[in-house]
């Protein structure tokens, strides 16, 4: 309520009742505070008070332009909409608090990148922050932009590489990232990495949280493990090395060539002779978590195994028998396929576990955007060939023993039994953001088991099998 010379709180006699600007606005103070404790008193029960708190704030600043009416109803309106999108959907909540000045410098890398259309991400990106998970106790964390398009960094809804300092674990991670939903294809991919960790196939662990950045809801992240100790042990398998086709000179030939312009970038590279062009067969080997080799002899002379076997794969002096675990990369091969996957076969892309009791390595099943338009349309042939590991008929005949168990509408339905309620909450919360529905097709998954069953098996009676080569 605005007071002015024509309320009735206005009396004929003014000794008596002599409201200054300076009180009026204490009185409009109480009445925001009396309403805040209300609305915290209900987030409180729910386990949410910190946030509330950054809201308040940051409204109450603006008391002094805008009446107390337009203010309440600002404040009523953005609770509104967060309670309903954040209170009502049972996910958990990650915490950011990020200090304003490093904030600006993720703010000013993020701007270039946008820019240049890729981001180019370093080790001297990192900055300090702080992160809770729910209502644990905050701790000390190290976060960067993650993503290598510009879409990851697009919006407001930035992707974070995450690395917890010390001993502490959020979800049994000391690694992980944080990205939009949507550059995964939502859903799906969590269903393909369910369906990796079902056939004994290493993959980051997946799942969806709140994000609350410095007081503002960012909506619901899609949070995936990096590739760190955790992730072996957390799957039963023996902690070892994490190889890798390194691509980080690729990413810097991308970013000069869209320095200068993006069309026909390659015809350009070649002519021009100043840009260098990478791809698998220049690529180097690097391992992740690099510090602990120089530190454990025996993780060291692993990966000096696996950088071999990688190295003689690359220039074709190793078979995939050689190398691989032809099971592991049969399924692999197969489970990708059937989920329409992909983008994990892009060589930039896929990750290898040295297993040190096998002493093979085994491809690690990531980032897939799994059902994805363009990936999900390719016939059989054509995907597989894109796949730096499917390279001869051993690996055919390992993919298509596990193709025809996994092409079947049957072991599609057992996934379904297996995954359903949790897809069908993560589902009910990502609609509530998004207002369309993200759940899976079940039926269009089916029809996709049944086509890839009838070209798996013209395939193998043709024997009209195009490989994958390097080149």
């Given at each position: 309520?605005?007071?002015?010379?024509?309320?009735?709180?206005?009396?004929?006699?003014?000794?008596?009742?002599?409201?200054?600007?300076?009180?009026?606005?204490?009185?409009?103070?109480?009445?925001?505070?009396?309403?805040?404790?209300?609305?915290?008193?209900?987030?409180?029960?729910?386990?949410?008070?910190?946030?509330?708190?950054?809201?308040?704030?940051?409204?109450?600043?603006?008391?002094?332009?805008?009446?107390?009416?337009?203010?309440?109803?600002?404040?009523?309106?953005?609770?509104?909409?967060?309670?309903?999108?954040?209170?009502?959907?049972?996910?958990?909540?990650?915490?950011?608090?990020?200090?304003?000045?490093?904030?600006?410098?993720?703010?000013?890398?993020?701007?270039?990148?946008?820019?240049?259309?890729?981001?180019?991400?370093?080790?001297?990106?990192?900055?300090?922050?702080?992160?809770?998970?729910?209502?644990?106790?905050?701790?000390?964390?190290?976060?960067?932009?993650?993503?290598?398009?510009?879409?990851?960094?697009?919006?407001?809804?930035?992707?974070?590489?995450?690395?917890?300092q010390d001993e502490n674990v959020i979800e049994g991670m000391r690694k992980f990232s944080i990205q939009a939903p949507e550059t995964r294809n939502f859903i799906y991919e969590w269903a393909y990495h369910q369906t990796l960790m079902q056939e004994n196939i290493l993959t980051p662990r997946y799942h969806f949280v709140n994000v609350i950045s410095n007081g503002?809801?960012?909506?619901?992240?899609?949070?995936?493990?990096?590739?760190?100790?955790?992730?072996?042990?957390?799957?039963?398998?023996?902690?070892?090395?994490?190889?890798?086709?390194?691509?980080?000179?690729?990413?810097?030939?991308?970013?000069?060539?869209?320095?200068?312009?993006?069309?026909?970038?390659?015809?350009?590279?070649?002519?021009?002779?100043?840009?260098?062009?990478?791809?698998?067969?220049?690529?180097?080997?690097?391992?992740?978590?690099?510090?602990?080799?120089?530190?454990?002899?025996?993780?060291?002379?692993?990966?000096?195994?696996?950088?071999?076997?990688?190295?003689?794969?690359?220039?074709?002096?190793?078979?995939?028998?050689?190398?691989?675990?032809?099971?592991?990369?049969?399924?692999?091969?197969a489970v990708t396929e059937l989920w329409g996957a992909g983008h994990a076969f892009d060589w930039q892309n896929i990750r290898f576990y040295y297993n040190p009791v096998t002493n093979l390595l085994e491809p690690i099943g990531y980032d897939g955007m799994a059902m994805n338009e363009y990936y999900s349309s390719l016939d059989l042939n054509t995907s597989l060939?894109?796949?730096?590991?499917?390279?001869?008929?051993?690996?055919?005949?390992?993919?298509?023993?596990?193709?025809?168990?996994?092409?079947?509408?049957?072991?599609?339905?057992?996934?379904?039994?297996?995954?359903?309620?949790?897809?069908?909450?993560?589902?009910?919360?990502?609609?509530?953001?998004?207002?369309?529905?993200?759940?899976?097709?079940?039926?269009?998954?089916?029809?996709?088991?049944?086509?890839?069953?009838?070209?798996?098996?013209?395939?193998?009676?043709?024997?009209?099998?195009?490989?994958?080569?390097?080149?």
């Open positions: 309520m605005k007071i002015n010379s024509e309320s009735p709180l206005r009396t004929s006699n003014p000794d008596s009742m002599n409201f200054t600007p300076s009180l009026e606005l204490i009185l409009k103070s109480l009445g925001i505070f009396m309403v805040a404790f209300m609305i915290g008193s209900f987030f409180y029960q729910q386990g949410f008070a910190r946030e509330v708190k950054y809201i308040i704030q940051g409204r109450f600043e603006e008391m002094q332009e805008g009446s107390l009416k337009s203010t309440m109803q600002d404040l009523s309106e953005q609770l509104g909409g967060e309670v309903e999108a954040y209170v009502g959907n049972d996910l958990p909540t990650l915490f950011l608090d990020i200090p304003f000045k490093n904030y600006q410098r993720l703010q000013a890398r993020r701007n270039a990148a946008v820019e240049s259309g890729i981001l180019l991400a370093t080790d001297a990106d990192y900055v300090i922050a702080k992160i809770r998970y729910n209502d644990s106790t905050p701790i000390e964390v190290k976060l960067r932009l993650k993503g290598d398009w510009s879409d990851h960094i697009a919006g407001d809804k930035w992707s974070y590489r995450i690395n917890i503002d809801y960012m909506g619901i992240y899609a949070m995936e493990e990096s590739f760190y100790t955790e992730l072996m042990e957390s799957q039963e398998h023996r902690a070892g090395v994490i190889l890798r086709y390194d691509e980080t000179d690729m990413w810097q030939n991308w970013a000069t060539y869209f320095s200068i312009g993006k069309e026909d970038l390659r015809t350009l590279a070649q002519t021009s002779g100043y840009f260098m062009h990478s791809d698998f067969s220049s690529a180097r080997v690097s391992s992740f978590s690099s510090g602990s080799l120089l530190t454990d002899p025996i993780l060291r002379e692993e990966y000096r195994t696996g950088q071999s076997m990688l190295r003689g794969y690359q220039s074709g002096k190793f078979s995939a028998a050689q190398v691989f675990d032809m099971e592991v990369l049969g399924k692999y091969l060939r894109q796949c730096i590991l499917f390279a001869d008929e051993e690996a055919w005949d390992v993919f298509y023993q596990a193709a025809t168990e996994i092409f079947q509408p049957e072991y599609l339905q057992g996934i379904r039994d297996r995954i359903g309620e949790p897809v069908s909450g993560y589902v009910d919360a990502l609609d509530k953001e998004y207002k369309f529905g993200t759940a899976i097709d079940w039926d269009r998954m089916n029809e996709r088991a049944l086509r890839l069953h009838s070209e798996l098996i013209k395939l193998n009676q043709s024997k009209q099998i195009q490989y994958s080569t390097v080149e």
